[in-house]
């Protein structure tokens, strides 16, 4: 059996992943990865970026870069040009990330769920009764990035960003281990609450969510890197129009984005639980007369 293999077997086993990932100093930790992870020195580079493919199935083949500074820069790596290019279909909205699909559907008045029966709140994840009101009644999907994939994000359509709210707390692990146990998970962690109104004038919410060894979230439109010493909440009106595809931000690793729409929006047939999407490809159509309303 290999080492990853092995590593595989013990990740499988809850109750360990569960301590290993969660049950330790989360925020320093999380700390103190954001700084090693920005060493510039070739041999820390090299072990680390090694050990990280013990871990995962970390493919740099689509890099635009072969060589990185430090282990940081390996995270948030940019693709080569034209390798997420947007659904060109006006009708569709796309998912802003490559990630693994998690719960996704109808959100019941203003509740929502991150694993079937844990449910929360649209006003304990957004904080804004005004924006809760906007997605009442509303379609919601959870868009989970691993350590591995490309953590750059993207405009899921031609919109304006009208407001951003960072709101602080912890650093939990965001993986289905952790959503089974820890109640309201999405509700407890560091987020920004990215609110987007769509050319046509529907509301359009993107929520990337922070987790253990991620507590950094970075915004072009935004001079500022959105981490614990950003006190929250804290309101940064926006301004600014972006064209689908375009590149809004990056994590510092791993995490996950939760996608909100109006209630006239179905999802796309490629959308299935625990299936893997790529940015840019389709996510919401807006819902078509004449077909079912989805549900």
């Given amino acids: 059996m290999t080492i990853r293999g092995l590593i595989s077997i013990l990740s499988q086993q809850e109750d360990l992943n569960f301590l290993l990932t969660n049950r330790i100093p989360r925020a320093a930790l999380t700390r103190f990865m954001g700084w090693f992870s920005k060493i510039e020195h070739p041999l820390i580079r090299d072990v680390s970026i090694a050990c990280w493919r013990l871990f995962s199935d970390l493919d740099l083949t689509e890099a635009r870069k072969t060589g990185f500074k430090s282990l940081h820069d390996c995270f948030t790596r940019e693709l080569r040009p034209g390798l997420r290019p947007p659904d060109p279909n006006p009708a569709i909205v796309v998912s802003p990330c490559d990630a693994i699909i998690g719960a996704f559907g109808a959100i019941a008045d203003t509740e929502l769920f991150q694993i079937k029966g844990a449910f929360y709140s649209l006003l304990d994840l957004l904080g804004d009764p005004a924006l809760v009101e906007a997605h009442r009644n509303g379609r919601f999907i959870t868009l989970r990035l691993t350590s591995s994939m490309y953590h750059r994000f993207h405009a899921p359509h031609d919109c304006r960003i009208e407001q951003v709210t960072f709101i602080s707390g912890d650093t939990w692990n965001v993986n289905p281990i952790a959503l089974k146990r820890i109640e309201r998970l999405f509700c407890k962690n560091e987020r920004a609450v990215i609110r987007t109104r769509l050319v046509s004038g529907e509301s359009l919410t993107l ?6 060894l991620v507590a950094s979230i970075r915004l072009h439109f935004l001079d500022i890197v959105l981490n614990a010493a950003t006190r929250g909440p804290t309101v940064f009106p926006c301004d600014v129009s972006v064209r689908k595809g375009e590149e809004l931000g990056w994590f510092e ?12 929006f179905e999802f796309c047939e490629n959308v299935v639980e625990s299936a893997r999407i790529l940015a840019g490809q389709p996510l919401t159509r807006k819902f078509e007369a004449g077909s079912t309303k989805p549900g």
């Avoid at 929520?207 to 253990?212: K, L, T």
């Avoid at 996950?256 to 209630?263: E, G, H, K, R, S």
């Fill in 207 to 212: 929520v990337p969510v922070a987790a253990i």
């Fill in 253 to 264: 690793h791993g995490s996950t984005i939760i996608v909100l729409a109006p209630d006239h």
